[in-house]
């Protein structure tokens, strides 16, 4: 059983347009709404993936309910903390192989509402073995609220995998989750570094301090398997981008998938790639085709990185 804990849910909507201009009217000719939040991306592809996965964080007002409706649908449990405040709307614009995103900053979640969410986490820790943390915090919660949560996953023997801004990760990388999953750009933030190799220097550095991984999405470029032992490059093939959003999302599915089912690290890098790039083939958002992912994963070279 794996968690995905998303503290921050919204209601993704995604507009295409063919020609996005600004001061200027645009009409949109396809929309896409999803039940969104790095963490609720994540369980959708996981579930497609065949696995069960508990959902959890906050969420209020009807787009918290009408989130809730779509955990149902795609047969995710949730338990989810009701909390008063209307849970936010973000959008995203793709245009001509260009995105633009606009997010709301999000609700204010009360103490109590946090305390509650604590207890309730206590109880689900127990039953799961993968806990993934995902997206940004919400208003009035501290940024070491996620070390407080990986603290009690790693006093139980669980593994947090984490996905956050970098503003969060470097309180996360204090409490030693077991992967960190930034893209370079939050790297080159978090470190103040700008070449590869010295990200990587970076990343192994938080690997030698305690975190076992840190899988570095490169983008187009491919991804990065960073230890304090070895350095691992993933090579993908060229594609025409439908929608990206979500895609990072995807990778970190995949990489747990292929993690919890024992695969080698190399066939793990190639599984966590295959699943971002199907996903950035779809229209729609935290979305794979499982006989596309396979196929994929045989198009994607993974080597030892020995540096640029």
Sequence with gaps: MIATITCN????????????????????????????????????????????????????????????????????MNLFVPIQEETRTCHAILSEGTYTEILEKGPIVTEHEQEEFLVR???????????????????????????????????????????TSAKTLAEVIKSKPFLIKPNKEELKELSGKNCISDLVDYAKNICEDGTRYVLLSLGKEGALLISNSEVLRAYVPTIKEVNPVGSGDSMLAGFTHAYQKNYTLIEALKWSCACGISNALSERTGCIDLSQVKDLTNKITVTQYKGI
Aim: hydrophobic share 40%.
């Design 121 to 163: 986490f206590d109880s689900l820790v127990e039953t799961v073995s993968f806990i993934i943390l995902s997206g940004s915090l919400p208003s009035r919660v501290k940024p070491d609220f996620y070390s407080i949560l990986i603290k009690k996953a790693k006093d139980r023997g669980k593994f947090c995998f984490v996905d």
């Design 9 to 76: 849910p919204a209601i993704d909507i995604t507009y295409s347009l063919s020609n996005f201009q600004l001061n200027q009217v645009n009409r949109v000719q396809a929309m896409d709404r999803s039940a969104g939040g790095k963490g609720l991306n994540v369980s959708r592809v996981l579930s497609q993936l065949g696995h069960d996965v508990i959902c959890s964080g906050f969420l209020g007002g009807r787009n918290g309910e009408w989130i809730a409706n779509q955990l149902t649908q795609f047969r995710l």
